[in-house]
């Protein structure tokens, strides 16, 4: 039994708030110096709530939230959706393990998770738009790190907001 | 058992998305079917784009409300300058454009196509080293057309990739996926422009060992390949070296628009393509840039 199995829309809910900052910070148009590393803030968003609440946050959501980027960023759809999905997959896998490890573990492996996202998600741009994959685009995974314990504290917030048992 | 049975669900819907996933990526990437989906979703993501050009519209009006009254003095009297610099100028370009099209009546040429100008503004900005790309509040409802050239008062930006309707792509002439046909001012030899993924340098390409090209030299758009029209600026060379293996020289040029540096941009169109429409959007663009004016 999950123990936010009582309130799934609520999950929906605060999944839906969180998701909708994220993809404000996401578009919002930063200096160049911060640019490269600047965090994904969609997958750190994604990987809590696929922690907090496996059962309702599977690859469906992933998939769904991955094409609605793909619109704002005028990108072919599929190329962020599938990175997605996989990566909350595999957070749905492993979040007994990635629940129980101390706190510098979770973020290395979480961080870890997201990179493998990222690869994912450089490969099919590649494909598709022949785009190289360089030094520069890993520098995002150093903006993650600072910023996941930031993320945990604010959505921790918002899922206090929703009553939602952790 | 109940777990188990979780467990394969979970993969269930996982090897599902892949798979849809993989379908949409195949399809969006070699059609354009997707394109009518596409924009019903952006419309209803709108929302969420305009909160997300908040902050710079902020910093824009902040720097603007900030900036000392001499600053916007010295600003206002360099604009009246300009005004009437330029109003003299198209008086002088109304008669020439008349001897113009007399000396093409007398050569039995066509007449020049004549571009309706309309002023766009942007929303967004995204520029990865791999993708430069811009987003402009005019859409489908605008008439914008894909393949529209897009232009400031320096020189060409780029052109249209996507329209949505309530906005649409510009790709521009420095993202590495984009180039265009180019014409040297000084001696009309014609090459091609391509972007490199720095916003202050494009490659010229495919000119051979001899040929004439210089630093200094301006290179305008040819008008061939039939998107962007002929006789706009587009970049100056910078550098020009020649590698004695190599079949062509290695020329790289900055381009003259401010493209990271403008508010707004125009749109080009073709006359013939819809002229009421056109002609309307010239007036009301005029009437906009008339209000700046008067505003400043």
């Known amino acids: 039994m999950n123990s936010t199995a009582g309130a799934p829309n609520r999950v929906y809910l605060a999944l839906c708030v969180s998701c909708f900052a994220a993809f404000t910070l996401m578009l919002v148009q930063v200096p160049d110096w911060l640019a490269a590393f600047w965090p994904d803030w969609i997958a750190l968003v994604l990987v809590y709530w696929a922690l907090l609440a496996p059962n309702k946050v599977g690859p469906i959501v992933g998939f769904t939230i991955g094409t609605m980027l793909e619109v704002l960023t005028a990108k072919t759809f599929g190329v962020l959706s599938i990175g997605l999905a996989t990566l909350v997959f595999l957070v749905n896998l492993t979040y007994l393990q990635l629940k129980v490890t101390s706190r510098w573990l979770q973020v290395f492996l979480v961080v870890a998770l997201i990179a493998f996202f990222k690869l994912i998600n450089l490969w099919l741009e590649g494909l598709v738009a022949g785009n190289k994959i360089t030094v520069e685009d890993w520098y995002s995974i150093v903006g993650n790190i600072l910023v996941w314990p930031f993320v945990n504290i604010v959505l921790e917030e918002i899922r206090r907001v929703f009553h939602l048992r952790p | 058992m109940e777990k188990q049975f979780r467990k394969s669900s979970g993969w269930f819907q ?36 305009v909160l997300a050009s908040v902050p710079s519209s902020i910093g824009n009006w902040v720097s603007g409300t900030m900036s000392a ?41 066509t007449e020049r196509l004549e571009e309706k100008v309309t ?15 811009v987003s402009i ?15 400031d008062d320096k020189g060409v930006i780029g052109q249209i990739t996507e329209v949505m309707p309530l906005s649409s792509v510009v790709v521009l002439i420095t993202d590495p996926g984009h180039a265009m046909p180019v014409q040297v001012e000084r001696n009309g030899l014609r090459t091609i422009v391509r972007g490199t993924g720095s916003l202050s340098t494009v490659d010229v390409l495919y000119l051979n060992q001899n040929s004439d090209i210089k630093q200094g030299d301006i290179l305008l758009s040819s008008g061939l390949g039939e998107r962007f029209p002929n006789g706009y600026p587009v970049a100056q060379v910078v550098d020009v070296a020649i590698i004695e293996d190599e079949a062509f020289m290695r020329v790289t040029a900055s381009p003259i628009a401010k493209l990271d540096r403008s508010n707004h941009v125009l749109l080009l ?3 013939a393509k819809n002229m009421e429409v056109g002609a309307n959007q010239v007036s009301q663009s005029q009437k906009e840039t008339d209000g700046d004016l008067s505003d400043e």
């Open chain 2, 14 to 49: 996982f090897c599902t998305m892949l798979v849809t996933s993989v379908v949409l990526l195949l399809v969006d990437s070699n059609t354009s079917w997707l394109n009518s989906p596409r924009n019903a979703l952006s419309v209803a993501l709108r929302p969420i784009q």
């Open chain 2, 69 to 109: 009254e001499p600053d916007v003095k010295i600003a206002y009297e360099n604009l009246r300058s300009e005004y009437f610099k330029l109003k003299s100028e198209t008086l002088l370009l109304r008669t020439l454009q008349e001897e113009n099209a007399g000396l093409r009546a007398l050569l039995d040429a």
């Open chain 2, 119 to 133: 002023l766009a503004e942007l929303m967004q900005v995204s520029l990865d080293r791999d993708s430069h790309r």
């Open chain 2, 137 to 151: 509040r005019q859409g489908l409802s605008d008439s914008v057309y894909l393949g529209q050239a897009v232009v």
């Open chain 2, 269 to 271: 169109s073709r006359e």
